[in-house]
């Protein structure tokens, strides 16, 4: 710490990404992010992209990414906002928000950045308990609030909710902003895009980092009524106006337009993960029913830091977080079929040598 701080800067308690170590022949199964390479398409955009056009700012309004997103959800460009990262869309979603002196509402297993924002921008929160079974209770929900941000589905837990409950939150909260992150329903859940041209206090954020397997890019998005569009214009042009550069802007022009390359590598990475959470019930892990490209798994009498711990051994690295209720589990990234099955054979090691 040093005096030149700023007291806020003392305050913070920044959040701490999964590491990218540089090992060799890794099994990096720690940040969700896809085991496949981005849709060819992206990469040839970005390619051609890459010339004497990088003297020149980009779109700041990045329009014909908003115009793609806009096709394929079937609104209008004016209801899309797009940010560098979804981690980006959702500290502006924040600060545009969630400021009405009431607590904001997420779950106490949720997304970790959810109250690394409100530290950054002095917002009261409340966490609500999952219940037994790690899932969200949207009835514990119905009290005054800022707003309320629900990852759906959630991680680190996978559980997917019905739109119906989605429902339920807008209807409790009308005059306040309720954010569903929406950062791996590509994988299973259903998306409460359907639901916006109804509900003009829904705002849904997606990324390109997981499903589109473009977390490098670092694009993120936010699709709502106009009026909610605006505001998030409002602070990114008092913040940043050229938050994704011209590589990025191609990039996932490109990417949302290969509906090919998504539609069979989603498809693919859902098999694989179905197989992951059998072979892991099969070794005695209780798997929760994950909508996501990654399982959330614990052993009923094996430590889960110790299991990570022999994994990393083993050269293959899994989330563990610590915590009251995290602690028992391991938070595993669906990878490519031959990682899941290395992963597979690795436990099956690490539990018979301690058995
Ligand atoms: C629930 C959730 N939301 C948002 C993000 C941020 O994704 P990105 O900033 O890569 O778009 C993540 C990343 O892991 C996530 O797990």
Known sequence: MSELWSPLVRRLTPYVPGEQPKIADLIKLNTNESPYGPSPRAIAA?????????RLYPDPEATALRDAIARRVGLTAAHVFVGNGSDEVLAHAFQAFFDHGDPV????VTYSFYPVYCGLYGLPFEQIPLDEAMRVRVEDYAHPCSGVIIANPNAPTG???????????????????????????????????????RHPNLLVVQTLSKSRALAGLRVG????????????VRVKDSFNSYPLDRLAQVGAQAAIEDENWFSE???RLITTREQ??????????????SSANFVYARHPDRDAAHLAAALRE????????KGPRTAPWLRVTVGADEQCATLLDSLRGILLSNS
Do not use: C, K, M, Q
Request: charged residues 20%.
């Open 46 to 54: 970005i390619r051609e992209a890459a010339g004497g056009d990088l």
């Open 265 to 267: 590598s989603v498809a």
């Open 221 to 232: 998005f936010a699709l709502g009524d106009p009026a909610l569009i605006e505001a998030l």
């Open 314 to 321: 083993r050269a293959i690295i899994v989330r563990h977080l």
């Open 159 to 197: 559980i997917a909710l019905p739109l119906t409950a989605i429902e339920t939150l807008l209807a409790a909260h009308p005059s306040r902003v309720v954010l569903v992150d929406e950062a791996y329903v590509d994988f299973g859940a259903e998306s409460a895009v359907s639901l916006i041209s």
């Open 276 to 289: 992951l959470s059998g072979g892991l019930r099969e070794l005695g892990f209780e798997v929760l029913p």
């Open 105 to 108: 509402l997420f779950a106490d």
